[in-house]
């Protein structure tokens, strides 16, 4: 699925927004804060649920994998409720279990999972609206962009690749990238160090819990978008600092975005 990709920013710009007719292009901090306010310069950004809509195809191999195991299948609703703390978390709870299991049956059945998953890996997912846009925008704006998972690197760069987004972001942390993953603060501190940038420089979108936990930890501002998965959660409940309709709303309004409290993370 190749796409047009806007050419890539220069090093060091860090505009916030396209200026409207008639304004100076300048950094845009957030609004309350530490003194002088912060300018955003990087977004770290989730993938199931907040970049793609990957529920169809996880749903197939979930459903694969329990008809090979011959247990039932299960709704494609229950399964969405399941994604969001990556592909073991998300075997477990199939198989009845509250979370991951190390037990020979869950183990067992994690490798089926990834066979039948490699098998469908894209094949119907989508890109939520506004995200290509926002996406665009933000290169336009200088700002540095990563994804940000706990899905496997074998499933999540071809994925991005198939769906054109690899070019348009900077840098991609799996859940296997690192020693550990969300909600753990490391992938978030891990982007910020290589970006040379201090955490209360970076936004955090997301859709889940997991998402809100470690840019928290991490001292990131964090907003969460209402389509995503969010294991069944009201987003609104989430605690993030605000909830954007789309990625393309978040570049819009990174001008009114708070700069997370002091003392978190």
């Known amino acids: 699925m190749a796409r047009h990709v806007a050419g890539p920013p220069q090093d060091g710009a860090i505009n916030c927004m396209e200026p409207r007719s008639g304004e100076h292009s300048s950094p845009l901090p957030l609004g309350r804060g530490l003194g002088g306010g912060h300018v955003i310069k990087a977004v770290l950004i989730d993938l ?15 459903n694969a994998m329990l008809a090979e195991l011959g247990r039932l299948t299960l709704p494609v609703d229950t399964i969405r409720d399941y994604v969001g703390k990556g592909i073991p978390n998300l075997v477990g709870r199939c198989l009845g279990h509250p979370g991951e299991s190390n037990e020979p049956e869950a183990l067992a059945a994690l490798a089926v999972f990834k066979r039948h998953y490699a098998a469908v890996n894209g094949r119907n997912t989508r890109i939520y609206p506004g995200v290509l846009e926002g996406l665009q925008a933000m290169r336009r704006a200088g700002l540095k962009t990563a994804c940000v998972t706990n899905k496997a690197a074998a499933f999540t760069e071809p994925l991005l690749e198939a769906t054109g987004l690899a070019a348009l972001l900077d840098r991609v942390v799996s859940g296997d990238t690192l020693a550990e993953k969300k909600p753990h603060p490391l992938p978030f501190l ?61 570049v819009d309004r990174l001008a009114n975005f708070p700069s997370p409290p002091r003392g978190e993370g």
């Open 48 to 62: 199931d649920g907040t970049l793609l809509d990957t529920v169809p195809d996880l749903a197939d191999a979930a």
């Open 190 to 250: 891990h982007l910020c160090e290589r970006f040379g940038i201090a955490p209360a420089e970076a936004l955090v979108i997301g859709d889940s819990r997991n998402d809100v936990a470690g840019a928290r930890a991490a001292g990131c501002a964090v907003v969460c978008v209402p389509y995503g998965y969010s294991e069944g959660e009201d987003v609104r409940d989430l605690g993030a600092d605000a909830i954007v309709g789309t990625l393309e709303e978040a």
